[in-house]
């Protein structure tokens, strides 16, 4: 374990299983943001186990109820960063939660397409119903 690493340290959980903890980011996109990172150094998420990968997902679902309740956001962007081209910073896994609240962008569509901002827009009008869910 690096001792340099900024995850590898306990510090600062809020949640945690026998694989991983959620704490929340030091510099957050908007209140309540979170990270849900495993105890074990490991930069790439597709090299977790998958019995890490599914502590993490476990820790979004509670992290989800926490902010529910404790701030009540009105819905979430998860993601995470693979390799220093996809602006992973932090060579160690760690997943985004990040709650979504109504006004914090002017417009949200597209949500995180905006990775690269020329692609956030379709290159349709917007639509309500099945129709745009099918091509998410």
């Given at each position: ?115 690269i901002p ?17 091509r998410?």
């Amino acid at each position: 374990m690096p001792t340099s690493c900024p995850f590898c340290t306990l510090e600062g959980l809020i949640l945690r299983n026998d694989l991983a903890g959620v704490r929340f980011d030091r510099y957050p996109v908007t209140p309540g943001h979170c990270l849900i990172i495993p105890f074990r150094h490991v930069a790439d998420f597709f090299a977790t186990t998958e019995d890490e990968r599914r502590a993490m997902l476990a820790l979004a679902e509670e992290a989800k109820a926490l902010l529910d309740r404790e701030r009540g956001p009105a819905g979430y962007n998860l993601g995470i960063n693979v390799g220093v081209v996809a602006g992973q910073t932090v060579p160690h896994v760690h997943l985004h939660l990040i709650p979504r609240y109504p006004g914090d962008v002017d417009d949200p569509r597209g949500g995180v397409r905006g990775v690269i901002p020329a692609r956030q827009s379709y290159p349709f009008p917007q639509e309500t119903g099945q129709e745009e869910n099918d091509r998410a």
